[in-house]
């Protein structure tokens, strides 16, 4: 029914009654019942608390033809009533703590100076709050079916000084947590101004949970947001704008949420140390825990008794556990979730354990897979004559023989599925080796449930990998994100990939190709990752790309001599990385060190009009090769969308490589040609004239090159040849491999170490740059077959069967290594001086949780900067500033087929995750 009625706001302030009448609005309600329960909603939206007698009343206008079931309109009630309560918290702090603190009478209390760090930047969140609650009134008194809220979220989170503010907050919080807790127990009348003042308060919340409002802030704001968005209409004026204040507060609960993350790791530590008798140094900066499990472990006398283990990154505790006589008493106020649970027990500790010193055993558990496939098929049995029974009471004839024989096979199925289950205690144990002074001993654990001991398993296993990754402790390397890449056409694999240097933009181009069609994808790295486009560029297959830095870019030299490379179907990425293709064999073939200018056939296709303009030239470049010869050159901030080339230039032969060194991009062709580009005094590069080097020949090309200090290291079938750029001479080579018919397919220079591998190879060389001599070799198939354990044993068969190195990576001291089996490998790289000539000891390969589920087609590495704040670990006093400086985060990314994660054992797990999708896997280190 459509009426009009008046909305009456009723104001009672000091005994006196205002009545308050607005417009007639239409409201469109489906009934009486309907129209009550909104009146009572907005009534209580809008009431405050502050006594019994007395409310201020917020004037909550609906539009016209609005209905009850407007959900736009009461999430934006719902926003504004949140807003009220959280800005009365704020104040609550404020008159309720901050300053009878700081009063006289109160003095003896606490510290002046401890109490402006208890509430350090609480004024400031509410001076910025009160501003945007006033604002939303604003917008709810002239509410109508047109009104805006986007705006009042982006004109107030984008502002420096709230974001300043929150991220102050957030580092701080920690700080005042500690002061907190240390004053409740070292003063007890502080801890009893605590505990009257929260059972004034009329939700009877701590100083703790108010003191956390500021950091939950956020996440409601995002739901609550994300909740417009969807009752918002797009063609609404409000919709665009709330996406944007949906990515601004996103920003911010990110930066929010990894300090938060660190300071709660570390009270967590503490916390438990507290709960537990006899423990102490547990709290240690790169410790993490991770979880806690109730177990049963045998005890003298053939008795099991009842013991709590306690997983952390680098520990594992055993203790007893008692339950505590009398009433349980309540968590403390601030306790976490963790401690809260734990704390109707007693914890004794038992035996403090390193995990370097653990290791599960490995039984023979053919026999196990087969029981739970068995107790699964029984279940599902009994499910399925449950649906029969159920269905033989719709028949219309008599089913006693029916019914019968279901009885009959309820009773078996029953029996042999509590058999099953009676033997239920085998998936349960779990055995572990501990490495002591006296040998090896045995623990043997039993979890109450077979997922308990697999999901402890697989944490356990995380864990020591991350511990194992390097002896020095370097920290393990973070999956941050994997990326998919949905193919536009079948067949479409990755080949190669280049991040943009020398611009502000922080974007990687990633190629695809089928042999009949190039594909460029630009993924976006902030704020977060994400495929911004995806389009193809050319009718062949990408072989190699490279990032050109513009004219004065500024770029130091080291980062400027990077390219990327990819032969054939595998890519091989040099900003320090390479990765492998499946070369066709060939032959050796004669060297040359022909000199010529512009002696290859060189046709300049298309020159675009803006290849002229000054600043033009200044913007960083990418050049794409591609298998018919030709070279694709696009401005990196080109939109390819939209876009075409900027240059396009025409080979005879498919062009394998490009690097960019000593403001020069050298080219390597299928002939056996390097072809040298220069640029112009204008800035411009010459591409009518360049300089033609003979180094490889037809049969056993240039495929891969390296930028070294005024040289070029060049893969040429199974010879490794040395190129000066200033004679334009090959200076040095040398035969890796006595077989021709197995070239370099990946090649890595790191300091004075020179790491490769050969086609079809598991097996990793490192020479010497000097003198060139073979200082180790490493065999990278223990680890692969150590990381596939959990796979089927036919799959884990045909990936050991056809193993090899398919890109190689230096970043970091780490020399990363993909795989045909779509492992990712990690490996420390030895310091290598002039003077070594054989290596003591062969590096550890160490497998990496995640992988891919078919080949790793490429590897590459980007650095960007990020704010401070997502960093840094400072303390703050009230008026105190943070250090504004920038710090770098580096980024692995690796490309290949499908996404699988290695660590799981669970035997009920279906392996691999969307197989047939190329993924990019993004790891922070």
């Known amino acids: 029914?459509?009426?009009?009625?008046?909305?009456?706001?009723?104001?009672?302030?000091?005994?006196?009654?205002?009545?308050?009448?607005?417009?007639?609005?239409?409201?469109?309600?489906?009934?009486?019942?309907?129209?009550?329960?909104?009146?009572?909603?907005?009534?209580?939206?809008?009431?405050?608390?502050?006594?019994?007698?007395?409310?201020?009343?917020?004037?909550?206008?609906?539009?016209?033809?609005?209905?009850?079931?407007?959900?736009?309109?009461?999430?934006?009630?719902?926003?504004?009533?949140?807003?009220?309560?959280?800005?009365?918290?704020?104040?609550?702090?404020?008159?309720?703590?901050?300053?009878?603190?700081?009063?006289?009478?109160?003095?003896?209390?606490?510290?002046?100076?401890?109490?402006?760090?208890?509430?350090?930047?609480?004024?400031?969140?509410?001076?910025?709050?009160?501003?945007?609650?006033?604002?939303?009134?604003?917008?709810?008194?002239?509410?109508?079916?047109?009104?805006?809220?986007?705006?009042?979220?982006?004109?107030?989170?984008?502002?420096?000084?709230?974001?300043?503010?929150?991220?102050?907050?957030?580092?701080?919080?920690?700080?005042?947590?500690?002061?907190?807790?240390?004053?409740?127990?070292?003063?007890?009348?502080?801890?009893?101004?605590?505990?009257?003042?929260?059972?004034?308060?009329?939700?009877?919340?701590?100083?703790?949970?108010?003191?956390?409002?500021?950091?939950?802030?956020?996440?409601?704001?995002?739901?609550?947001?994300?909740?417009?968005?969807?009752?918002?209409?797009?063609?609404?004026?409000?919709?665009?704008?709330?996406?944007?204040?949906?990515?601004?507060?996103?920003?911010?609960?990110?930066?929010?949420?990894?300090?938060?993350?660190?300071?709660?790791?570390?009270?967590?530590?503490?916390?438990?140390?507290?709960?537990?008798?006899?423990?102490?140094?547990?709290?240690?900066?790169?410790?993490?825990?991770?979880?806690?499990?109730?177990?049963?472990?045998?005890?003298?006398?053939?008795?099991?008794?009842?013991?709590?283990?306690?997983?952390?990154?680098?520990?594992?505790?055993?203790?007893?556990?008692?339950?505590?006589?009398?009433?349980?008493?309540?968590?403390?106020?601030?306790?976490?979730?963790?401690?809260?649970?734990?704390?109707?027990?007693?914890?004794?500790?038992?035996?403090?354990?390193?995990?370097?010193?653990?290791?599960?055993?490995?039984?023979?558990?053919?026999?196990?897979?087969?029981?739970?496939?068995?107790?699964?098929?029984?279940?599902?049995?009994?499910?399925?004559?449950?649906?029969?029974?159920?269905?033989?009471?719709?028949?219309?004839?008599?089913?006693?023989?029916?019914?019968?024989?279901?009885?009959?096979?309820?009773?078996?199925?029953?029996?042999?599925?509590?058999?099953?289950?009676?033997?239920?205690?085998?998936?349960?144990?779990?055995?572990?080796?501990?490495?002591?002074?006296?040998?090896?001993?045995?623990?043997?654990?039993?979890?109450?449930?077979?997922?308990?001991?697999a999901s402890w398993e697989e944490s356990f296993n995380e864990a020591k990998h991350k511990l194992a990754t390097t002896g020095d402790r370097r920290p393990s390397p973070e999956l941050i994100a994997a990326v998919p890449i949905r193919k536009t056409r079948a067949g479409l694999q990755f080949t190669c990939a280049a991040p943009i240097i020398g611009e502000n933009r922080k974007d990687v181009w990633v190629c695809n190709s089928d042999g009949y069609v190039g594909q460029v994808c630009v993924l976006s790295l902030q704020p977060e990752p994400n495929v911004t486009s995806c389009n193809g560029v050319c009718n062949a297959r990408i072989l190699c790309i490279a990032s050109i830095p513009g004219v004065n870019s500024g770029i130091p030299q080291s980062r400027q001599n990077n390219g990327t490379e990819l032969n054939d179907e595998h890519s091989t990425i040099q900003f320090d990385s390479s990765s492998s293709s499946e070369d066709e064999d060939r032959s050796d073939g004669e060297e040359s060190g022909d000199i010529n200018r512009a002696s290859a056939p060189i046709k300049l296709v298309e020159v675009s009009s803006t290849d002229s303009d000054e600043t033009d030239n200044q913007q960083s470049t990418m050049w794409l090769g591609t298998e018919d010869g030709c070279i694709h050159v696009y401005n990196s901030s080109d939109n390819i969308r939209i876009k075409k080339n900027k240059i396009k230039l025409q080979h005879g032969s498919a062009v394998l490589s490009i690097i960019y060194m000593d403001n020069k991009v050298y080219i390597a062709l299928g002939n056996g040609d390097i072809i040298i580009y220069d640029r112009e005094s204008s800035g411009c590069w010459n591409t009518s004239s360049p300089t033609t080097v003979s180094v490889g020949s037809t049969t056993m090309p240039v495929s891969k090159m390296l930028p070294g200090v005024g040289k070029i290291w060049c893969g040429c079938g199974n010879t490794v040849k040395v190129f000066n750029t200033e004679t334009l001479a090959t200076e040095n080579s040398m035969t890796v491999n006595n077989d021709a018919n197995k070239p370099i397919t990946c090649i890595m220079l790191s300091g004075n170490g020179l790491w490769l591998s050969l086609q079809t190879s598991a097996i990793i060389k490192c020479f010497h740059t000097i003198s060139f001599e073979l200082l180790c070799e490493v065999n990278i198939a223990p680890a692969v077959t150590k990381m596939l354990t959990s796979c089927d044993d036919i799959i884990r068969q045909h990936k050991a069967a056809c193993l090899r190195v398919t890109s190689l990576l230096a970043c970091k001291d780490l020399l990363w290594i993909g795989t045909s089996a779509g492992v990712l490998l990690t490996m420390p790289l030895p310091h290598i001086t002039p003077t070594t000539t054989k290596m003591n000891s062969t590096p550890s390969v160490v497998g990496v949780s995640y992988g891919h589920t078919g080949h790793v087609r490429f590897l590459t590495n980007v650095e960007y900067p990020t704010a401070n704040s997502e960093n840094t670990h400072q303390r703050y006093s009230y008026k105190g500033k943070p250090d504004q400086r920038t710090n770098s985060k580096l980024l692995v990314i690796s490309g290949g087929d499908g996404y699988e994660d290695f660590r799981s054992s669970n035997i009920s797990e279906v392996a691999g995750r969307e197989d047939s999708t190329n993924h990019l896997l993004l790891w922070n280190i």
């Open 1 to 453: 029914r459509v009426g009009a009625y008046a909305v009456f706001i009723q104001y009672k302030r000091n005994d006196r009654k205002v009545w308050h009448s607005q417009d007639a609005l239409l409201l469109k309600m489906s009934g009486p019942s309907s129209r009550c329960e909104l009146r009572l909603r907005l009534d209580r939206c809008s009431a405050g608390e502050d006594s019994e007698d007395e409310h201020q009343v917020s004037s909550i206008i609906f539009a016209n033809s609005l209905s009850f079931s407007d959900t736009r309109t009461h999430v934006v009630v719902e926003l504004y009533d949140t807003e009220r309560s959280y800005v009365e918290s704020l104040q609550i702090l404020i008159s309720k703590y901050l300053e009878p603190l700081k009063s006289t009478e109160n003095a003896s209390l606490l510290d002046a100076n401890l109490v402006d760090e208890i509430f350090f930047q609480i004024p400031s969140l509410l001076s910025h709050h009160e501003v945007f609650l006033e604002e939303l009134k604003k917008r709810l008194d002239h509410w109508d079916i047109k009104q805006k809220v986007g705006d009042v979220f982006l004109e107030t989170f984008s502002k420096p000084a709230v974001i300043e503010s929150y991220t102050n907050y957030v580092n701080n919080w920690k700080r005042a947590r500690d002061i907190i807790k240390n004053a409740q127990q070292s003063k007890p009348a502080f801890a009893k101004f605590l505990e009257n003042t929260a059972r004034e308060h009329k939700g009877k919340l701590a100083l703790d949970s108010l003191l956390i409002k500021p950091i939950q802030k956020f996440p409601k704001y995002e739901l609550l947001l994300q909740r417009l968005i969807k009752h918002t209409d797009v063609a609404h004026p409000d919709h665009s704008l709330l996406l944007s204040a949906q990515r601004e507060v996103h920003d911010q609960l990110l930066r929010i949420n990894c300090t938060e993350r660190e300071a709660l790791e570390l009270e967590q530590l503490r916390e438990i140390e507290a709960l537990i008798d006899g423990l102490i140094e547990l709290v240690v900066t790169d410790r993490q825990y991770l979880r806690h499990d109730l177990v049963s472990m045998a005890a003298g006398g053939g008795t099991r008794k009842e013991r709590a283990l306690f997983l952390f990154s680098d520990l594992l505790l055993v203790t007893s556990m008692k339950r505590k006589s009398g009433t349980i008493r309540k968590a403390s106020p601030g306790q976490g979730s963790v401690t809260s649970s734990l704390d109707a027990n007693k914890y004794k500790l038992l035996m403090k354990i390193s995990l370097d010193d653990l290791d599960i055993v490995k039984a023979k558990d053919e026999s196990l897979k087969q029981m739970m496939v068995e107790i699964e098929n029984l279940t599902e049995d009994v499910s399925v004559l449950n649906q029969i029974n159920e269905l033989t009471w719709t028949l219309h004839c008599t089913h006693n023989a029916l019914d019968e024989v279901i009885k009959d096979m309820f009773e078996k199925l029953n029996k042999q599925l509590v058999e099953q289950q009676n033997s239920d205690s085998q998936l349960s144990c779990l055995d572990l080796t501990l490495s002591t002074s006296n040998g090896l001993e045995t623990m043997s654990i039993v979890f109450s449930k077979p997922e308990k001991r």
